[in-house]
């Protein structure tokens, strides 16, 4: 692929000034049972079933490590190009009520991958990941009535421990995104990157992967960092955005008015689109870590750590690759954003299979990209045979771009074939001697028009295509009229 030049975006939000980032991803692994105990991993239950003495840190329980909860922290650690090494746990403490143990392990001091980095896909820029370390997830607090969602001023809180003890890695990167679209962009690859390797499901609407963003700012050609901020727990990749965006207008504005950045955790507020200060670094936590005395070290073996990287799926880059290899050619722009929209989306195995069954590849690309993304929540009644029939059916012309579509939305929301569809809405395609039937009627009709066509004026084709389509009730091909307009000039 060719590598486009690097975007020059990351100058252009407040003129004269440099956002500097760096992110800290929190992903849920996909294992079945939690970090610790045997509970059920999973979202959405009753509050307060999947919870047991171990992750209610009950006097005398002890916790056990989960060996698949490891193998998937390796295989991040291994799709992040980093070097896994023997790692320990530390006692993490700080009194929260949706902790119950009041210490969350976690790993400090040697985290079991260290210094990886991933290339962004658009714009080819490396980004470097310090560590991807293993933690257990806390429980969940909910504030109800008066505060908004918020403690102050709420009439109760209500404490869900199915949470709490769910396996965690968290990814910290280097200070090196420079923009909200790269940013953007990281995530986006890292979140398909969890996907691909199986270490996560992905899915941001449900916590599965949430996202601490550090902002700073300083003047362009600086060479020193400005204090950061902290914007905590962004769930979606639009909050991300507006979030940093929102942030770094922030600190520019305060540092224009001859005031200073104070280093601190800020919370974003979506509805009013705007951070607003948690605590800090005064009234940070001491957190006194101490290494936890109830787990051994990890030191996955090398024969161990090789078994896990065979079991690692296609990663994004060489499923891009994959796509890339069915176009002759593929430089910067729509057709290589629609390969990394497809792959980001998981769509990418639908298209290799569609153009395996002889479907064309710009088509397949497309439709997958615009209208099976745009509905993506029905990707299961979308069979591969279905698809590629649909696409047959638009290459040779027996329905317009334009039918396709609506039946390929059809086809999405109700599981069933192309033809069953087409016929269904009256876009059985129109035989092609009806076809030259009409443009035969229009012909006779515009002698003048066909006159000058026949002498080489070409746009006039734009015209009788027209007219075939009114004629039609819109059902003809416009293709298929433009050659046979040509044939007939011939
Ligand atoms: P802490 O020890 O306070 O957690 P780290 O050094 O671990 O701080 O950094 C936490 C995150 O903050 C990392 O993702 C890092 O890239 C980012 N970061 C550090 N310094 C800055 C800065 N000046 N501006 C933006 N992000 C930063
Ligand atoms: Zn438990
Ligand atoms: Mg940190």
């Keep these: 692929m060719a590598k486009p030049m690097p975007s020059e975006a990351a100058n252009e939000f407040i003129p004269g000034w440099e956002m500097v980032i ?59 190009n980093c070097k896994v090494d023997e790692s320990i ?57 008066g505060g908004g969602g918020r403690i102050h001023g709420a009439d109760h809180s209500l404490v869900d421990y199915n949470r709490a003890g769910i396996p965690l890695v968290e990814i910290v990167s280097a200070p090196d995104l420079r923009s909200a679209d790269e940013a953007r962009e990281y995530v986006s690859e890292l979140r398909a990157i969890l996907v691909a390797s199986g270490a996560s499901d992905g899915k941001m609407e449900e916590g599965s992967l949430r996202v601490d963003a550090n902002v700073s700012v300083r003047r362009l050609g600086s060479e020193e960092f400005g204090t950061r901020c902290e914007i905590k727990n962004l769930n979606s990749l639009r909050s991300l955005v507006r979030a940093i965006e929102y942030e770094a207008q922030r600190q520019v504005e305060l540092i224009n008015s001859g005031e200073r950045v104070i280093q601190q955790t800020r919370h974003w507020n979506e509805d009013q ?18 290494p936890e005395p109830d787990l051994v070290p990890l030191s996955p073996s090398d024969e161990w750590i090789a078994e896990i990287q065979g079991r690692i799926g296609l990663l994004p880059a060489a499923r891009r690759e994959r796509m890339a290899s069915l176009f002759a050619s593929v430089s910067a722009g729509s057709t290589l954003d629609q390969i990394v929209t497809a792959v980001g989306l998981g769509l990418d195995d639908l298209v290799v299979a569609a153009v395996e069954c002889g479907a064309d590849p710009k088509l397949a690309l497309a439709r997958a990209t615009n209208e099976v993304a745009s509905d993506i929540g029905n990707l299961s009644n979308l069979t591969v045979a279905n698809f590629s029939d649909l696409l047959m059916m638009e290459f040779e012309s027996k329905l317009s771009a334009t039918q396709a579509k609506t039946v390929l939305s059809k086809m999405l929301e109700s599981g069933s074939g192309p033809q069953e569809v087409a016929k269904s809405l009256g876009f059985e395609a129109l035989d092609a001697s009806i076809l030259e039937g009409l443009v035969d009627q229009v012909i006779s009709g ?45």
């Design 446 to 490: 515009s002698p003048k028009e066909w006159e000058r066509f026949s002498m080489g004026e070409d746009q006039l084709s734009g015209f009788f295509i027209g007219q075939v389509m009114k004629l039609s009730k819109g059902r003809a091909d416009g293709k298929a009229v433009t050659s046979i307009l040509r044939s007939k000039r011939a």
């Design 22 to 80: 760096g992110l800290e991803v929190h992903c849920e692994l996909k294992t079945r049972t939690k970090l610790f105990c045997g509970c059920t991993n999973s979202f959405g239950h009753e509050p307060n079933t999947n919870i047991c003495p171990v992750c209610l840190g009950l006097p005398g329980s002890l916790p056990v490590i989960n060996e698949s909860a490891v193998e998937l922290a390796v295989r991040i650690g291994l799709s992040l």
């Design 273 to 290: 689109g705007v951070t607003t200060a948690m605590r800090s670094k005064e009234e940070a936590y001491d957190y006194r870590y101490f």
């Design 89 to 145: 746990f530390h006692r993490k403490n700080y009194f929260y009520p949706d902790m119950p143990k009041d210490y969350q392990v976690s790993q400090y001091e040697r985290a079991i991958n260290e210094n990886g980095y991933l290339e962004l896909p658009l714009s080819k820029k490396m980004v470097r990941i310090e560590r991807a370390h293993i933690e257990e997830d806390t429980g969940k607090s909910t504030h109800v009535g």
